[in-house]
């Protein structure tokens, strides 16, 4: 294997991404894979959006082998022999050991084909606290120039003695592209300009790279901010394979040299924009300082994105040469299929379409159609945009969002792009046609779940039907039954003959028969009326005087709904009904609190019966067994991207089902290793987390899925009361995710919500840790007040 390298920011704790790349002279067939090796000291994301492909195409899944220290890229189309290139995210520590990367090519069979080994890493830069800001491009097209920006982001103070000095900053390009710039007013400053040099800052020599050239002394006082510039580039004919940019900070020069880029013996390498053709287009003007954020992710160079489902006219007739070839005439209204890839040679700037009701299909030309769009179409979200931006619409793939306004054609920064709202009418914003799925006509067209009513008493089934060769797998399930009584609304979920799956508000699901449920209907229909009885029912027990507790409640033998008793590690509940109330129990020390649970009326389960959130945390290998085992085949907790509802069917499981789960992972802190004798409840802990970096996206996520679960809740009805379920996760589930839930716990308090202490469900699994019993997590100093006040105005800035 020839040309094998890695690159990385080499500052501690500043996550980033780490780009691969190599020559190898096999090709593989699909079902291959690409084995790369890394120190275990530093941290690694590869799933899902942590992974940019860059050279490699098709579906490519990652799977993270962490305490093994490497991870592998499952290939399903051929890689072909030559240059090849992948990034994926990475954090490091403050020192590394044995800093060496390993790159195997293997085959379908698992054999090697290539290899390189002992690929040095970079050292760790240290005193620096210093990240490159994501890449914000134009619309573009080959051989055409285009405007590109990005900059440094200084993300604390630099020390008073001996602050590191930055001398040079470099700006690498890929192979083929080329800046524009002929003067130095052609590199405009976005936001706070960085001190430049007397006497000429800017060296554009060469045409692959730009080195501004900082002026020593006032560097040493940079403030914390953001520094944008932009400049203008030619776009290549071809993007070439290894499409990595590269911005890197030199420090000063013994001798009269010139820094040369990230392999500089002075240099910290920042950050790399990998990509797989080009940069999305920049919707919103290029002098446009409020610009922070952007996707980094690159789309098609062609004049138009068309989506499998939407209907095209013909512009023109079309034969074809041959079979295959769809046949056309002008007005002809085709369905597009699919749309071909760019990168394959044969497929480019072609579509396979479907004439009307006709079932004819074939190819046809793109420059032979037209669109007919209008603003209230109808689309399917794919793959969200990473990283997120506060004006990218954020949803979640599959989503039915409704378009607003198409992106002009003749517009460089709209083409390809709608504004477009998600159908609860809260967010709105940009998205690109790169991460739309499908099309649709209308919104008369939506198949979404339809709602019922319980129209008799029944106990959800496990499975569609119980038969003698399953009644053993059956009998596990009697302890966890749920009863469903009439007037109770469900969601459908699916059908299978006679039967239906329906689930609960509290995410619990099970079959019924379809008998037993009321006709279709897309929105849930409104609580049943029950006439009042004529006697009013006498209590139990008389109410309790002003200042004394609630009784508890009692059951009269042979009343009531059974209860039946569940045995959870080292704890228990009691199920009365399906709705769990829990007990105010405060955890100190090992005890855990028990939960009971009562019985919900009809008008409860259609509403609410008042404004309750209950926090829960747990860590991915620390739930339950089957939660732990899906989590280990795929890599293990820290970085296992485990479908969500896999991880709520084990809260169903544990007797905490959750409305929402949030994934508090995305805060790395290498330096925090001496706190880890606390639990998360520890305000340093606490604290490190509010300032982290990714603290502020990760708690606007947090605030779009909350909003989104109390709209739902609302639309049902106007109530006044209300109940959900907020589940935290990390690892292990005693530090990220505590901590996390502290957080919410005292903003959802702020707001107006009446919250119970966390239930920590991986309680029983916190080894080596002070249980939250220790003095410092017992009395935590006045300062956090401060540090959860200003995490509570964040949330309500966002």
């Known amino acids: 294997m020839l040309g094998a390298s ?16 190599f020559i190898t002279n096999d090709k593989i067939e699909e079902g291959g894979a690409i084995r790369v090796g890394y120190p275990t000291d530093i941290e690694i994301l590869c799933a899902g959006q942590y992974l940019y492909q860059v050279a490699i195409a098709g579906e490519v899944t990652c799977i993270n082998y962490i305490q093994q220290g490497y991870f592998e890229l499952r290939l399903t189309r051929p890689l072909p022999p030559g240059q090849q290139a992948f990034a994926v995210t990475s954090t490091c520590p403050a020192a590394v050991n044995d800093n060496y990367f390993y790159i195997v090519i293997l085959t379908d069979r698992g054999q090697v084909s290539d290899a390189a080994m002992s690929i040095p890493g970079l050292r760790i830069q240290h005193g620096l606290p210093i990240s490159a800001m994501p890449l914000i491009w134009g619309m573009a097209e080959p051989n055409r120039n285009t405007f590109v920006s990005t900059g440094i982001e200084i993300l604390g103070e630099l020390p008073l003695k001996d602050p590191p000095i930055i001398s040079e900053i470099i700006i690498q390009m890929p192979p083929d592209f080329s800046h524009q710039v002929q003067k130095t007013a052609q590199l405009e400053t976005l936001t706070q300009p960085l001190p430049r040099r007397d006497g000429g800052w800017l060296d554009v020599t060469d045409p692959r790279r730009l080195r501004l050239l900082m002026d020593e002394e006032a560097i040493q006082k940079l403030a914390i901010g953001a520094y944008r510039f932009q400049w203008p580039i030619m776009v290549p004919a071809v993007m070439p394979k290894y499409n990595i940019w590269e911005l890197t900070v030199c420090s000063p020069a013994l001798r009269n040299e010139s820094c040369t880029g990230s392999n500089d013996p002075r ?25 922070h954020y952007f996707d980094n992710v690159l789309c098609d160079l062609m004049s138009q994105i068309l989506l499998v489902g939407e209907v095209v006219v013909v512009t023109e007739s079309y034969a074809g040469p041959d079979a295959g070839y769809l046949r056309a005439h002008e007005g002809d209204k085709v369905q597009v299929l699919y749309m071909g890839k760019q990168e394959v040679e044969e ?50 793939q599959g989503e ?26 809260n967010d709105e914003g940009w998205l690109s046609l790169q991460n739309v799925e499908q099309f649709k006509q209308s919104a008369a067209k939506e198949n979404g779940r339809p709602w019922r009513q319980v129209l008799r008493k029944y106990d959800l089934l496990p499975f569609p039907d119980i038969s003698k060769d399953r009644e053993a797998e059956y009998a596990t399930y009697e302890k966890r039954k749920v009863t469903v009584t009439p007037g109770l609304v469900v969601q459908v979920l699916e059908q299978k003959d006679d ?33 009042p009885p004529a006697v009013p029912p006498r209590p139990l027990r008389p109410a309790p005087r002003p200042g004394q507790s609630a009784p508890e409640r009692t059951s009269e033998a042979g009343k009531g709904p059974e209860k039946v008793e569940v045995e ?43 404004r309750h959130i209950l926090l829960g945390t747990f860590g991915l290998e620390t739930l339950d067994y089957a939660l732990a085992d899906k989590t280990m085949e795929m890599g293990g907790g820290g970085s296992a991207d485990v479908p969500e509802y896999l991880i709520s069917e084990s809260l169903s499981n544990m007797g905490f089902p959750s409305e929402i789960i949030l994934d508090a992972r995305m805060f790395p802190d290498p330096d925090a290793m001496h706190l880890t004798r606390h639990s998360g409840r520890h305000h340093l802990i606490i604290s490190r987390l509010v300032q982290h970096r990714n603290f502020r996206v990760w708690l606007g996520i947090a605030k779009r899925r909350f909003r989104e679960v109390v709209t739902r809740i609302e639309r049902r009805g106007p109530r006044s009361e209300m ?74 800035d966002l």
């Open 400 to 425: 039915t969002i409704k378009v607003k306004y198409w992106g002009r054609l003749e517009s460089e920064d709209e083409r390809n792009w709608i504004w477009a709202e998600r159908l609860n009418g």
């Open 723 to 796: 109940k959900l379920s907020v589940a935290v996760y990390c690892r292990r589930g005693k530090h990220r995710s505590v901590a996390a839930a502290c957080i919410l716990h005292h903003i959802f308090q702020a707001e107006g919500f009446q919250c119970p202490d966390i239930k920590h469900l991986s309680y029983k699994h916190w080894k080596s840790c002070c249980k939250m019993a220790c003095k410092e997590c017992q009395e935590p100093p006045e300062e956090l007040q401060g540090i959860l006040q200003s995490a509570t105005k964040l949330w309500r």
């Open 568 to 610: 959870s590690g080292s704890w228990s509940f009691v199920c009365t009904g399906f709705r769990l109330a829990w007990q105010d129990r405060i955890i100190s020390g090992g005890r855990v609190p028990t939960c009971v649970s009562s019985k919900i009326s009809d008008a409860d389960a259609a509403g609410g019966a008042a």
């Open 6 to 21: 890695v690159l990385y920011p080499g500052i501690p704790s500043i996550a980033g991404q780490m780009a691969f790349s």
């Open 267 to 291: 240099a910290a390498a920042l950050d790399r924009g990998p990509s797989a053709h080009f940069l999305e287009p920049k919707v919103f003007k290029r002098t446009d300082s409020s610009i």
């Open 499 to 531: 039967w239906t799956k329906v689930m609960l508000r509290q995410s619990i699901a099970g079959w019924m028969k379809t008998e037993d449920l009321s006709q279709d209907g897309k929105e849930p229909p409104p609580p049943p009326e029950h006439p």
């Open 347 to 396: 497929e480019e700037g072609w579509i396979y379409a479907q004439k009307g009701q006709e079932e004819i299909k074939g190819w046809l030309p793109m420059s032979k159609v037209k669109t007919c769009r209008s603003d209230d179409d109808l689309v399917i979200a794919g793959r969200p945009p990473s990283p997120p931006s506060r004006w990218i619409l954020l949803c979640q």
